[in-house]
């Protein structure tokens, strides 16, 4: 009987032999000393994987994992951070003191492509405003500050340059929630910043989701964007700065809906906050992007935060087919340079829509009101928050292949809620 079992298991060892055989490590021919080594790019437990320190190489950032980000995660020149649909990316909080962030330097790359119905998500462990510092972009594209260069807000990395056409990459259908970390008690970081980004570096259907300061904000630069939605931001919804000359289409911004408190103060400031440079309105080049199909929603607040698009700082625009709700001066300009240049039309407002007033900050009367296709003192209604435009508006697709042609007022029609699915309301 022992030497029956004895033969037994020799025969299922030579077995067991044969199949370890048949399943070692699969190297392409490569000596790897017998031990099977994962790609560097591919974590074999996403989430496992933790996003900390400096990316200096490619790396992915499998589809439907789930990554950890411990402190500052950076993209040096060289790199790139490629983000698969459906990833979730969560700021840990776990360096006191210390904000989570993704900063892409001067030079790296971030190609996030998510899907409608496969959004990528970063947000934090702690589902509150300011929880961590959000998503920043450096480029090489002009700015107007002195010497044409500039150091980020987070990070000390520095942006700016000749590159009018610079690729940062690419950022699809991502949700970016509960940013804001704030570094002092007067500075906060945005969802998503912009620093001298170039336009080759593509920007649509993102989202940033109750920021403790500004949803999105440019510091010059040349990128455009296109399917926006800043929700519930603290502060501003959108912001620019230091000569962007971008373009946009399709931005939505809305603001928490909560009643206003007992001094008739409620949550986020301006809709738009739009600057040249504030220590100098006239620095080149100058800011003004071109937008249009606008949908902002304020939170009708009666005491501090009035404003809706609050153009100042000598920035110059060109605003079409906005709708602007929530605010008890819809649209306010403040000083010489940006509203000389309204006289000048290179700064110019049409198709507008208002539930209230447009205002000059400094008591002079612009007379916006009687600009092609405007209107004020409207009553405007919405579905689902936000969805729903007005017919009549200025098609810029034939002066434009950015713009797509869209000949009414505001960003979310009903037959094609593009917000479905990716977002959070």
């Given at each position: 009987?022992?030497?029956?079992?004895?033969?037994?298991?020799?025969?299922?060892?030579?077995?067991?032999?044969?199949?370890?055989?048949?399943?070692?490590?699969?190297?392409?021919?490569?000596?790897?000393?017998?031990?099977?080594?994962?790609?560097?790019?591919?974590?074999?437990?996403?989430?496992?994987?933790?996003?900390?320190?400096?990316?200096?190489?490619?790396?992915?950032?499998?589809?439907?994992?789930?990554?950890?980000?411990?402190?500052?995660?950076?993209?040096?020149?060289?790199?790139?951070?490629?983000?698969?649909?459906?990833?979730?990316?969560?700021?840990?909080?776990?360096?006191?003191?210390?904000?989570?962030?993704?900063?892409?330097?001067?030079?790296?790359?971030?190609?996030?492509?998510?899907?409608?119905?496969?959004?990528?998500?970063?947000?934090?462990?702690?589902?509150?405003?300011?929880?961590?510092?959000?998503?920043?972009?450096?480029?090489?594209?002009?700015?107007?500050?002195?010497?044409?260069?500039?150091?980020?807000?987070?990070?000390?990395?520095?942006?700016?340059?000749?590159?009018?056409?610079?690729?940062?990459?690419?950022?699809?259908?991502?949700?970016?929630?509960?940013?804001?970390?704030?570094?002092?008690?007067?500075?906060?970081?945005?969802?998503?910043?912009?620093?001298?980004?170039?336009?080759?570096?593509?920007?649509?259907?993102?989202?940033?989701?109750?920021?403790?300061?500004?949803?999105?904000?440019?510091?010059?630069?040349?990128?455009?964007?296109?399917?926006?939605?800043?929700?519930?931001?603290?502060?501003?919804?959108?912001?620019?700065?230091?000569?962007?000359?971008?373009?946009?289409?399709?931005?939505?911004?809305?603001?928490?809906?909560?009643?206003?408190?007992?001094?008739?103060?409620?949550?986020?400031?301006?809709?738009?906050?739009?600057?040249?440079?504030?220590?100098?309105?006239?620095?080149?080049?100058?800011?003004?992007?071109t937008l249009a199909n606008l949908t902002l929603i304020g939170n009708n607040d009666s005491n501090k935060q009035q404003r809706g698009v609050r153009l100042r700082a000598g920035t110059q625009v060109k605003l079409y087919n906005v709708l602007i709700t929530g605010k008890a001066k819809a649209l306010t300009t403040a000083t010489t340079a940006t509203e000389d240049s309204f006289l000048a039309n290179k700064s110019v407002a049409e198709y507008i829509y208002a539930s209230t007033i447009f205002v000059n900050e400094e008591g002079g009367d612009l007379a916006l009101e009687t600009k092609t296709g405007n209107k004020i003192n409207q009553a405007i209604t919405f579905k689902n928050g936000y969805v729903g435009t007005i017919d009549g508006?200025?098609?810029?697709?034939?002066?434009?292949?950015?713009?797509?042609?869209?000949?009414?007022?505001?960003?979310?029609?009903?037959?094609?809620?593009?917000?479905?699915?990716?977002?959070?309301?």
């Amino acid at each position: 009987m022992k030497k029956n079992l004895r033969n037994i298991g020799l025969v299922l060892y030579a077995m067991i032999s044969l199949v370890m055989v048949g399943c070692g490590s699969d190297n392409d021919g490569d000596d790897n000393g017998g031990t099977d080594k994962p790609d560097p790019e591919v974590p074999v437990v996403p989430e496992n994987y933790e996003l900390k320190g400096k990316l200096t190489e490619a790396r992915t950032l499998k589809a439907g994992g789930v990554y950890t980000l411990v402190g500052g995660y950076e993209v040096e020149k060289g790199g790139v951070l490629t983000i698969e649909e459906g990833v979730t990316v969560k700021a840990t909080r776990t360096i006191d003191g210390a904000p989570d962030y993704i900063l892409v330097k001067q030079g790296g790359k971030i190609n996030a492509n998510g899907t409608k119905e496969k959004p990528i998500v970063m947000t934090s462990t702690k589902a509150e405003a300011g929880a961590w510092g959000g998503v920043h972009i450096c480029g090489y594209a002009p700015i107007n500050l002195a010497g044409g260069t500039g150091k980020s807000e987070i990070g000390d990395a520095p942006f700016g340059g000749k590159d009018a056409h610079d690729n940062s990459g690419t950022i699809r259908y991502v949700r970016l929630e509960y940013t804001g970390f704030a570094f002092t008690p007067t500075k906060e970081s945005n969802g998503l910043t912009l620093y001298g980004v170039g336009d080759k570096t593509t920007l649509e259907y993102i989202q940033t989701y109750e920021g403790a300061d500004d949803g999105f904000e440019w510091f010059g630069g040349t990128v455009n964007a296109k399917y926006l939605v800043s929700t519930a931001s603290n502060d501003d919804s959108f912001d620019w700065t230091d000569g962007w000359v971008g373009k946009g289409q399709f931005w939505v911004a809305y603001q928490a809906q909560t009643a206003p408190d007992a001094t008739g103060t409620a949550n986020g400031d301006c809709l738009i906050e739009a600057d040249n440079r504030e220590d100098n309105h006239t620095n080149i080049p100058v800011s003004n992007p071109t937008l249009a199909n606008l949908t902002l929603i304020g939170n009708n607040d009666s005491n501090k935060q009035q404003r809706g698009v609050r153009l100042r700082a000598g920035t110059q625009v060109k605003l079409y087919n906005v709708l602007i709700t929530g605010k008890a001066k819809a649209l306010t300009t403040a000083t010489t340079a940006t509203e000389d240049s309204f006289l000048a039309n290179k700064s110019v407002a049409e198709y507008i829509y208002a539930s209230t007033i447009f205002v000059n900050e400094e008591g002079g009367d612009l007379a916006l009101e009687t600009k092609t296709g405007n209107k004020i003192n409207q009553a405007i209604t919405f579905k689902n928050g936000y969805v729903g435009t007005i017919d009549g508006g200025k098609d810029l697709s034939s002066e434009d292949s950015f713009f797509t042609s869209a000949k009414y007022k505001g960003a979310v029609p009903e037959s094609n809620d593009w917000t479905a699915g990716w977002t959070k309301r």
